[in-house]
């Protein structure tokens, strides 16, 4: 006895939606622990910054001129790193 299957669009896009689904989530619970590695490493602004040093703009402007805190500039923005800011107020802290 011989079957004989005639696969239709309408099943193979289902097939494949249902594929795409599944690989998303198991996408999510592998990349899970990563969201928390990105939000830790989050990046501020000049005002955020100074608001989390405790410092003036100005006295911001300094450390990053005398290249004591490292920044980055995207386009005409400058952004800190918390983490950077973090190691800034332990070096701060042990002088």
Same mark, same amino acid.
């Given at each position: 006895?011989?079957?004989?299957?005639?696969?239709?669009?309408?099943?193979?896009? $289902?097939?494949k939606a249902l594929l795409?689904?599944?690989?998303?989530?198991?996408? /999510?619970?592998?990349? =899970?622990? #990563?969201?928390?590695?990105?939000?830790?490493?989050?990046m501020l602004s000049r005002? $955020?910054?100074?608001?989390?040093?405790?410092?003036?703009?100005t006295s911001l402007y /300094?450390?990053?001129? =005398?290249? #004591?805190?490292?920044?980055?500039?995207?386009?005409?923005?400058?952004?800190?790193?918390?983490?950077?800011?973090?190691?800034?107020?332990?070096?701060?802290?042990?002088?």
């Open positions: 006895m011989r079957l004989d299957f005639t696969i239709t669009d309408e099943f193979k896009s $289902e097939l795409r689904e599944t690989i998303q989530e198991e996408l /999510n619970t592998i990349s =899970s622990p #990563q969201v928390t590695i990105e939000t830790d490493s989050k005002e $955020e910054a100074s608001q989390f040093l405790g410092c003036s703009l /300094n450390y990053t001129k =005398s290249r #004591q805190i490292p920044y980055h500039q995207v386009g005409r923005r400058i952004l800190f790193s918390k983490s950077d800011l973090v190691n800034h107020l332990k070096v701060e802290a042990e002088k």
